[in-house]
């Protein structure tokens, strides 16, 4: 894992998102259709012809779609982003303005008359110019040259900030597809469900209660489907935009929501990513600024001084002079002392900052990475006991209810349990990539996951 990325120099969430909480409430009784049509009178045979649940296959294999990688998009956003493309010029500002705070100043050239009177017209060609003490420009110069050093942190700062965003929309995008495809296949067993108790019915072997309940579930499902649809095409778009090409169609994303973050969660423990921060190092040059500029302060009190020289024709003799003048302000009344005191409190203030940037910045290490730590437990309790047990509950339901030791009921809890935890599981996940996409942002890791 390649961290900070600092070596790449020279070149926070999304506003829609669509809860499945009651979905699986909702929707658990779709999945016993076995049951349903057993307690309506169906034979072993017509039992065994039953589909089995959707969620029965194991969750883990959630590879969705064959549409853009993430590294697809991260290398169309980064060649895209206007945001990319702002920053750059930002340095480029701060890389003209240091040139220019490090000029000297121009001469002056002036010609005139001195008087017009006949014979004793004089005729005046001087040059002057300004000489500048105790290495003012340098001092300048270099306090602007931090000004390109910051502008360089900040594009870095900006560049992962796109990077965080495009990773988190990816991540939504991608759990957002596979919870359309989930309820894809749930409204298709309720459909046959519904179907077959309508059939039963017909024949007089099942009730019109039964087909009710499963009319009404239909329903549930594909009002739910048609819900993360619409979510699944917001993220599209929301996508499209952060990349910088909101024209772009997005047809699907491809990737694997399972990837183990253990190696990630490991780094992150052991590692110290304030100091590295592109924030913090902001901060620290404007420290270095401001110094600079209260020794340029200190110094403003030493004159400058003007050199003046120049050639006189008169037209009577003598006819030619030759002019020298210098001046010197004297520094008696004005001697800087307000800015000086300012640039001081200015160091101060930077300093202080820095302290300031290091606490934020740790704050939000220290948030994401809890929520990191509370969906990987999430994670890792759903696969290593929930989803399995889960599973196993339904096996043994199923083979209990067609054998007639248990009831519908039995059947009903362990179908819906199953539903629950496979969509609860699938939203740990999203918020583990979440959190973790939000850290490797804040630690500036250029290669993730």
């Given at each position: 894992m390649t961290i900070r990325g600092l070596h790449w120099l020279g070149r926070r969430g999304p506003a829609f998102k669509f809860r499945f909480g009651a979905v699986a409430e909702a929707f658990g009784r779709a999945f016993v259709l076995a049951a349903v049509l057993a307690s309506s009178g169906l034979t072993q045979a017509q039992t065994a012809a039953i589909p089995p649940s959707p969620m029965a296959e194991r969750t883990e294999d959630l590879l969705v779609g064959t549409g853009l990688s993430l590294a697809d998009l991260i290398g169309i956003a980064e060649s895209s982003s206007p945001n990319l493309r702002q920053a750059t010029a930002d340095i480029e500002m701060a890389r003209g303005r240091?040139?220019?705070?490090?000029?000297?100043?121009?001469?002056?050239?002036?010609?005139?008359?001195?008087?017009?009177?006949?014979?004793?017209?004089?005729?005046?060609?001087?040059?002057?110019?300004?000489?500048?003490?105790?290495?003012?420009?340098?001092?300048?110069?270099?306090?602007?040259?931090?000004?390109?050093?910051?502008?360089?942190?900040?594009?870095?700062?900006?560049?992962?900030?796109?990077?965080?965003?495009?990773?988190?929309?990816?991540?939504?995008?991608?759990?957002?597809?596979?919870?359309?495809?989930?309820?894809?296949?749930?409204?298709?067993?309720?459909?046959?469900?519904?179907?077959?108790?309508?059939?039963?019915?017909?024949?007089?072997?099942?009730?019109k209660g039964d087909t009710l309940l499963l009319s009404i579930e239909l329903e549930k499902a594909e009002v739910a489907l048609e819900n993360a649809e619409t979510a699944l095409l917001a993220w599209r778009r929301q996508l499209s935009a952060v990349i910088g090409q909101r024209g772009l169609r997005i047809d699907g994303v491809s990737g694997l929501l399972t990837v183990s973050l253990d190696e990630f969660a490991t780094q992150i423990a052991v590692d110290d990513y304030v100091p590295y921060n592109a924030e913090v190092q902001i901060a620290e040059q404007e420290i270095s600024r401001t110094r600079f500029l209260a020794r340029r302060a200190d110094v403003e009190p030493f004159p400058n001084v003007s050199v003046q020289s120049g050639y006189m024709y008169q037209v009577e003799p003598l006819h030619n002079y030759g002019i020298l003048q210098i001046s010197v302000p004297l520094p008696l009344w004005n001697k800087n002392q307000g800015n000086r005191y300012a640039a001081q409190a200015a160091v101060g203030r930077a300093m202080e900052t820095v302290q300031q940037v290091q606490n934020d910045i740790a704050r939000q290490m220290a948030d994401a990475t809890g929520r990191f730590r509370q969906a990987d437990q999430q994670v890792h309790r759903f696969e290593d006991r929930i989803l399995p047990q889960a599973r196993e509950s339904v096996s043994v339901s199923q083979q209990g209810f067609q054998q007639g030791q248990f009831d519908f009921l039995r059947l009903l809890q362990s179908q819906r349990a199953l539903v629950e935890s496979s969509l609860g599981y699938l939203t740990a996940l999203e918020n583990r990539w979440m959190a973790a996409s939000e850290l490797a942002g804040i630690a500036q890791v250029e290669v993730f996951p």
């Amino acid at each position: 894992m390649t961290i900070r990325g600092l070596h790449w120099l020279g070149r926070r969430g999304p506003a829609f998102k669509f809860r499945f909480g009651a979905v699986a409430e909702a929707f658990g009784r779709a999945f016993v259709l076995a049951a349903v049509l057993a307690s309506s009178g169906l034979t072993q045979a017509q039992t065994a012809a039953i589909p089995p649940s959707p969620m029965a296959e194991r969750t883990e294999d959630l590879l969705v779609g064959t549409g853009l990688s993430l590294a697809d998009l991260i290398g169309i956003a980064e060649s895209s982003s206007p945001n990319l493309r702002q920053a750059t010029a930002d340095i480029e500002m701060a890389r003209g303005r240091t040139d220019q705070a490090g000029r000297y100043p121009n001469p002056i050239l002036m010609s005139g008359t001195q008087q017009m009177n006949a014979g004793q017209s004089q005729y005046v060609a001087t040059i002057s110019q300004e000489i500048v003490t105790k290495h003012k420009l340098d001092l300048q110069q270099c306090a602007a040259e931090r000004e390109i050093f910051q502008a360089e942190l900040q594009f870095l700062r900006v560049r992962f900030n796109l990077l965080t965003t495009v990773r988190q929309s990816y991540y939504a995008t991608l759990a957002a597809q596979k919870r359309v495809d989930v309820l894809s296949r749930l409204v298709e067993i309720a459909r046959k469900s519904q179907a077959a108790a309508q059939k039963l019915q017909d024949a007089g072997e099942g009730t019109k209660g039964d087909t009710l309940l499963l009319s009404i579930e239909l329903e549930k499902a594909e009002v739910a489907l048609e819900n993360a649809e619409t979510a699944l095409l917001a993220w599209r778009r929301q996508l499209s935009a952060v990349i910088g090409q909101r024209g772009l169609r997005i047809d699907g994303v491809s990737g694997l929501l399972t990837v183990s973050l253990d190696e990630f969660a490991t780094q992150i423990a052991v590692d110290d990513y304030v100091p590295y921060n592109a924030e913090v190092q902001i901060a620290e040059q404007e420290i270095s600024r401001t110094r600079f500029l209260a020794r340029r302060a200190d110094v403003e009190p030493f004159p400058n001084v003007s050199v003046q020289s120049g050639y006189m024709y008169q037209v009577e003799p003598l006819h030619n002079y030759g002019i020298l003048q210098i001046s010197v302000p004297l520094p008696l009344w004005n001697k800087n002392q307000g800015n000086r005191y300012a640039a001081q409190a200015a160091v101060g203030r930077a300093m202080e900052t820095v302290q300031q940037v290091q606490n934020d910045i740790a704050r939000q290490m220290a948030d994401a990475t809890g929520r990191f730590r509370q969906a990987d437990q999430q994670v890792h309790r759903f696969e290593d006991r929930i989803l399995p047990q889960a599973r196993e509950s339904v096996s043994v339901s199923q083979q209990g209810f067609q054998q007639g030791q248990f009831d519908f009921l039995r059947l009903l809890q362990s179908q819906r349990a199953l539903v629950e935890s496979s969509l609860g599981y699938l939203t740990a996940l999203e918020n583990r990539w979440m959190a973790a996409s939000e850290l490797a942002g804040i630690a500036q890791v250029e290669v993730f996951p």
